[in-house]
T-cell receptor, first 111, second 113 residues
């Protein structure tokens, strides 16, 4: 299974874009990249996922490099409510439903 | 509204006293999972179930049991709780459509003294 590496923590000014990187250099061709976030001690929440194309939804954008070895989650206008731990996850194979959560990145949005 | 309901939210119990944490989902998902979360260790999978009567061990199954007698319910059983099972527990119900989206319960904070 591909492992992911994320920075332990990041700060972002309120209203600015938050760019959260993730390294998954051992990812294989059919493995999807998922992003979840966990606000305080609530259950994690799905944000976005992708295979090789960039993706955008109402919450965020996901940029995956052409070699698929890394990705960046972009929150275009961070708010205080975006303060959370963000998890980058590689699903072993489509339909495995195995989500292995690492330690994630603690994003602090600063007023 | 799509929901995963866990009970209780908070529980303090004594070593060795059997307990059950219930989990119920209303999305007709086949796949459900239990995680525990400890400071510095992240979320670790305890058990998962791919369908009724089909369960399998996750990464940290020791000291836990589960059952899946019906699709909506997936209880977590601690037959003889110990202090090292003090943790925050999450149940997840996972959609198996075009994406692997996990819906998590509110969490159960368990303290074993």
């Amino acid at each position: 299974d591909a492992k992911t590496t994320q920075p332990t923590s990041m700060d972002c000014a309120e209203g600015r874009a938050a760019n959260l990187p993730c390294n998954h250099s051992t990812i294989s061709g059919n493995e999807y990249v998922y992003w979840y976030r966990q606000i305080h001690s609530q259950g994690p929440q799905y944000i976005i996922h992708g295979l090789k194309n960039n993706e955008t939804n109402e919450m965020a954008s996901l940029i995956i490099t052409e070699d698929r070895k890394s990705s960046t989650l972009i929150l275009p206008h961070a708010t205080l409510r975006d303060t959370a731990v963000y998890y980058c996850i590689v699903e072993p194979w489509a339909g495995s439903y195995q989500l292995t959560f690492g330690k994630g990145t603690k994003l602090s949005v600063i007023p | 509204e799509a929901q995963v309901t866990q009970n209780p939210r908070y529980l303090i119990t004594v070593t060795g006293k059997k307990l059950t944490v219930t989990c119920s989902q209303n999305m007709n998902h086949e796949y459900m999972s239990w995680y525990r979360q400890d400071p510095g260790l992240g979320l670790r999978q305890i058990y998962y179930s791919m369908n009724v009567e089909v369960t399998d061990k996750g990464d940290v199954p020791e000291g836990y049991k589960v059952s899946r007698k019906e699709k909506r319910n997936f209880p977590l059983i601690l037959e003889s709780p110990s202090p090292n099972q003090t943790s925050l527990y999450f149940c997840a119900s996972i959609s198996t459509g075009s994406r692997t989206e996990a819906f998590f319960g509110q969490g159960t904070r368990l303290t074993v003294v």
